[in-house]
C-alpha cells in the first residue's frame, strides 16, 4: 500500500545473505549522504495524497475493507514465512558445505594412506630384491670360492700323482736294472757250468736216444703180432664175422633211428618255443629271448591290457576307428570269435606297426613282425617258411596278430612278369592258410602301395584303415609329445646332463608345428631324437632356440628332398655357406628320363645314399 502514500519500497535484502546494518553515528559527510538518500527514497506529490485520502475514503466506506486488511496482513506473514525458508535453506547449504568438507578431508586422508601403504609395500619389495640380489651375490661368490678350492685341489692331486708316478717310473728303473744284471750274472754261471759239462751232456742225451729206439721197435713188433694173430682168428672163424657184421648193423641203424627221432623232437620243439626265420619280432615267449632279457620276458608275462592308442596321436575319427578296431578284437579273443583281417596303408612312418603292437597287448594276443621283402631271398625255402609261420601262430594259446610289413613286396599280382616262380609259390601258400577266418591268428597287413595287391589278397581282407600325413592339429600334439619325451623329461632328471633354455616352449611348439607341414610322425619324432642328441653334444649341454631352429631346417631341406626323389626328380643343391649367414643357391630340377643320374663328382659332392654311383665311361651334365 506504499504506492498510495507516494513513498517508494526499499528493495528486499538478497536471500542467503544476512543484511549488514549501517556502522552507527557518522561525519558530517555521512549526513550529507543520509539526507540524500532520504530525499531519494521519499518523493512528497500533492496528487498523490489526493489519490491516496481519495482511496482510504474509497476503502473505509466499501464493505470488502476488513477483508482486504486480512488479506495485507497474510501477504505480509507470507512474505515473512518465505524469508525464514531461505534462512533455513541457507543454513542447510552451510551445513551441507561442512560436510562435504569433512568428506573430502576423510578422502583425503585415505588417500593419503593408500599411498603410503603403496610406497611401503615398493620399498619393502625393494629392499626384499636387494636382500635376493646379496644372496645370489653371496652363492656366486661361495661358488666361485668352491671352485677355486676345487681347483687347487685338483692341481695339488695333479702334482701329487705326477710325483707318484715319477716315484714309481724311478723305482721300476732301479729294478729293472738290479734284474738285468742278476739275469746276466744267472746266464753266465749257466754258460760256465754248461762249458765244463759239455762231454757228460752228449753222452747222456746219446744213451736216451738209444733207449727211445729200442722201445719203440719192441713196440711196434708186439703190436703186429697181436694183430696178426687176431686178423687171422677172425678170419678163420666164420661166426664171429657173422656176429660182426650184425652187430655193426644194429649200430648203424640205432645211430641215424636216434638222430631222425631227435630231429623230429627238435621241429616240434621249435614250433612250440622257437620263432620262425621269418618273424623279426613278437612278443610270445621263446627260450632264447628269455636266456637274453629275463626281466623284460617276466614283464610281458605279467603285463596287463593297456590303451591301444597310448603313445600313438592320429586324426580324431582315424583314432576312434581304431579304438574300435581294439575293442571288437579284445571281446572277440574273449568270446573265442572269428577275427577279421585288416589293411593298413598310407604313407611311411605314420603309426601303422606302432598300432599293430598296441593292438596286440591290448587284446590280450602275441604279437609277430614279419616283412615282405624278407621272403623273396629265401627262394625255394620261402614255402616251408611260410607254412612254418602259420603252423607257429598256431600253436599260440592266447593268440597271435601276425603284422606284415611292407606286404606289397611279395603279395604283388600273379599276372606280372616281375614277381618269379618262387615268389609266385610263397604267394599261393600264404592264399592258402589265409583262406578262411581263423580263431588262432588275426592277420594285419601294412602297405604304401596297396594297388599292388593280388585280387585274392583284396578278397581277404575285411576292413581297410587308411593313415594319412598328420595335419596341424596331429602335428602340434605330436611336437609337444616328443619335446616333452626327449627333452623336458631328460632335463627334469638329476642325473642327467641335459638342461633347457628360458623360452615360450608352447608358442615354440607350435611354431614347429606351422613349419613341418608334410612331416609324417616318425620324422617329427626323429626331431626330438635330434634336440636331445644337439643337447648333448653342445658344451655346456643347454638346448637353446637357435639349436632347435637349425635341426628343423635341417629337417624340411631334407624332407623336400626326399619329396623330389619320390616324384622322379633330382634336385642340385648348391651351397654357398659364409661365417655369418647361410644362403643356397638351388639349380632347377632336372626331370628323369631313363635313371637317376646322381651329381657328378666335379661338383666337389659325394653321391647320396641309396642312389646309383656315376659310371666314368659316361659324360654327365650337370
Known amino acids: 500500500m506504499s504506492w498510495l502514500f507516494g513513498v517508494k519500497n526499499t528493495p528486499q535484502p538478497t536471500v542467503g545473505f544476512p543484511q549488514v546494518p549501517p556502522p552507527p553515528g557518522g561525519s558530517d559527510g555521512d549526513d550529507g549522504n543520509k539526507n540524500k538518500s532520504n530525499k531519494m527514497e521519499y518523493s512528497f506529490d500533492s496528487s498523490a495524497l489526493e489519490r491516496a485520502a481519495k482511496a482510504a475514503k474509497e476503502l473505509e466506506s466499501s464493505k470488502h475493507a476488513k477483508d482486504a486488511l486480512l488479506l495485507i496482513q497474510e501477504q505480509e506473514r507470507v512474505k515473512a514465512l518465505e524469508t525464514q525458508k531461505q534462512?533455513?535453506?541457507?543454513?542447510?547449504?552451510?551445513?551441507?558445505?561442512?560436510?562435504?568438507?569433512?568428506?573430502?578431508?576423510?578422502?583425503?586422508?585415505?588417500?593419503t594412506m593408500v599411498e603410503e601403504t603403496k610406497q611401503h609395500q615398493y620399498k619393502a619389495q625393494y629392499d626384499d630384491q636387494l636382500a635376493r640380489k646379496r644372496?645370489?651375490?653371496?652363492?656366486?661368490?661361495?661358488?666361485?670360492m668352491n671352485e677355486e678350492n676345487l681347483r687347487k685341489q685338483e692341481e695339488s692331486i695333479k702334482k701329487q700323482e705326477a710325483m707318484r708316478i715319477a716315484t714309481m717310473e724311478k723305482e721300476s728303473e732301479i729294478r729293472h736294472k738290479h734284474d738285468m744284471m742278476r739275469i746276466e750274472a744267472e746266464m753266465r754261471g749257466r754258460?760256465?757250468?754248461?762249458?765244463?759239462?759239455?762231454?757228460?751232456?752228449?753222452?747222456?742225451?746219446?744213451?736216451?736216444?738209444?733207449?727211445?729206439?729200442?722201445?719203440?721197435?719192441?713196440?711196434?713188433?708186439?703190436?703186429?703180432?697181436?694183430?696178426?694173430?687176431?686178423?687171422?682168428?677172425?678170419?678163420?672163424?666164420?661166426?664171429?664175422?657173422?656176429?660182426?657184421?650184425g652187430g655193426a648193423t644194429l649200430v648203424v641203424g640205432?645211430?641215424?633211428?636216434?638222430?631222425?627221432?631227435?630231429?623230429?623232437?627238435?621241429?616240434?620243439?621249435?614250433?612250440?618255443?622257437?620263432?620262425?626265420?621269418?618273424?623279426?619280432?613278437?612278443?610270445?615267449?621263446?627260450?632264447?629271448?628269455?636266456?637274453?632279457?629275463?626281466i623284460a620276458t617276466v614283464q610281458n608275462l605279467i603285463r596287463k591290457p593297456d590303451d591301444p592308442l597310448k603313445g600313438i596321436i592320429l586324426k580324431p575319427n582315424l583314432e576312434e576307428k581304431l579304438r574300435d578296431i581294439a575293442i571288437a578284437t579284445r571281446h572277440t579273443k574273449k568270446n573265442n570269435g572269428y577275427f577279421r583281417n585288416i589293411l593298413m596303408y598310407g604313407p611311411p612312418?605314420?603309426?601303422?606297426?606302432?598300432?599293430?603292437?598296441?593292438?596286440?597287448?591290448?587284446?590280450?594276443?602275441?604279437?609277430a613282425i614279419m616283412t615282405g621283402g624278407d621272403v623273396a631271398p629265401m627262394g625255394k625255402e620261402g614255402v616251408t617258411a611260410m607254412h612254418k609261420v602259420f603252423d607257429w601262430a598256431l600253436t599260440s594259446r592266447k593268440g597271435v596278430v601276425l603284422f606284415v610289413d611292407e606286404a606289397d613286396a611279395f603279395l604283388r599280382k600273379r599276372s606280372t612278369e616281375v614277381i618269379s616262380e618262387d615268389m609266385r609259390a610263397a604267394l599261393n601258400?600264404?592264399?592258402?592258410?589265409?583262406?578262411?577266418?581263423?580263431?588262432?591268428?588275426?592277420?594285419?597287413?601294412?602297405?604304401?602301395?596297396?594297388?599292388?595287391?593280388?585280387?585274392?589278397?583284396?578278397?581277404r581282407v575285411d576292413e581297410m584303415?587308411?593313415?594319412?600325413?598328420?595335419?596341424?592339429?596331429?602335428?602340434?600334439?605330436?611336437?609337444?609329445?616328443?619335446?616333452?619325451?626327449?627333452?623336458?623329461?631328460?632335463?627334469?632328471?638329476?642325473?642327467?646332463?641335459?638342461?633347457?633354455?628360458?623360452?615360450?616352449?608352447?608358442?615354440?611348439?607350435?611354431?614347429?608345428?606351422?613349419?613341418?607341414?608334410?612331416?609324417?610322425?616318425?620324422?617329427?619324432?626323429?626331431?626330438?631324437?635330434?634336440?636331445?642328441?644337439?643337447?648333448?653334444?653342445?658344451?655346456?649341454?643347454?638346448?637353446?632356440?637357435?639349436?632347435?631352429n637349425d635341426i628343423v631346417n635341417d629337417a624340411i631341406e631334407q624332407h623336400a628332398k626326399k619329396v623330389s626323389w619320390q616324384h622322379g626328380e633330382v634336385t642340385t643343391d648348391v651351397?654357398?655357406?659364409?661365417?655369418?649367414?647361410?644362403?643356397?643357391?638351388?639349380?632347377?630340377?632336372?626331370?628323369?628320363?631313363?635313371?637317376?643320374?646322381?651329381?657328378?663328382?666335379?661338383?666337389?659332392?659325394?653321391?647320396?645314399?641309396?642312389q646309383t654311383p656315376p659310371d666314368p665311361n659316361k659324360d654327365h651334365k650337370s
Request: charged fraction near 25%; charge should be positive; proline fraction near 4%.
Open 135 to 144: 644372496y645370489e651375490d653371496q652363492l656366486a661368490q661361495q661358488a666361485r
Open 87 to 111: 534462512i533455513k535453506e541457507y543454513e542447510a547449504h552451510v551445513e551441507q558445505l561442512k560436510l562435504e568438507q569433512v568428506r573430502a578431508s576423510a578422502e583425503e586422508r585415505r588417500k
Open 575 to 610: 651351397f654357398y655357406r659364409s661365417s655369418k649367414d647361410r644362403s643356397m643357391s638351388i639349380v632347377p630340377p632336372t626331370p628323369l628320363v631313363a635313371k637317376v643320374t646322381p651329381i657328378p663328382s666335379t661338383l666337389g659332392q659325394s653321391p647320396t645314399v641309396g
Open 254 to 294: 640205432g645211430y641215424y633211428g636216434v638222430k631222425h627221432s631227435f630231429g623230429l623232437v627238435f621241429r616240434s620243439i621249435e614250433s612250440r618255443l622257437g620263432k620262425p626265420s621269418l618273424v623279426r619280432e613278437t612278443s610270445r615267449f621263446t627260450v632264447g629271448r628269455a636266456l637274453k632279457h629275463p
Open 429 to 459: 601258400a600264404f592264399l592258402y592258410r589265409t583262406g578262411e577266418q581263423s580263431q588262432k591268428f588275426m592277420l594285419v597287413l601294412a602297405s604304401n602301395q596297396p594297388e599292388q595287391f593280388d585280387w585274392a589278397i583284396n578278397d
Open 191 to 245: 754258460a760256465l757250468m754248461e762249458r765244463e759239462n759239455k762231454d757228460i751232456i752228449k753222452e747222456q742225451i746219446k744213451l736216451r736216444a738209444e733207449e727211445e729206439r729200442k722201445t719203440k721197435i719192441q713196440s711196434i713188433t708186439t703190436y703186429g703180432q697181436v694183430i696178426g694173430s687176431g686178423l687171422t682168428t677172425f678170419l678163420n672163424n666164420w661166426s664171429m664175422i657173422t656176429a660182426f657184421a
Open 465 to 548: 584303415v587308411e593313415f594319412e600325413i598328420p595335419t596341424y592339429g596331429e602335428r602340434e600334439r605330436l611336437v609337444r609329445h616328443y619335446f616333452q619325451k626327449f627333452v623336458l623329461e631328460p632335463a627334469t632328471a638329476k642325473s642327467g646332463r641335459l638342461r633347457v633354455a628360458e623360452f615360450d616352449y608352447g608358442k615354440k611348439c607350435q611354431e614347429i608345428a606351422e613349419r613341418t607341414e608334410g612331416l609324417s610322425g616318425r620324422e617329427i619324432s626323429k626331431l626330438g631324437v635330434a634336440w636331445q642328441a644337439k643337447a648333448y653334444a653342445s658344451e655346456k649341454g643347454i638346448l637353446t632356440e637357435e639349436m632347435i
Open 349 to 367: 612312418g605314420t603309426g601303422k606297426t606302432m598300432f599293430a603292437k598296441s593292438l596286440a597287448k591290448h587284446s590280450g594276443m602275441h604279437y
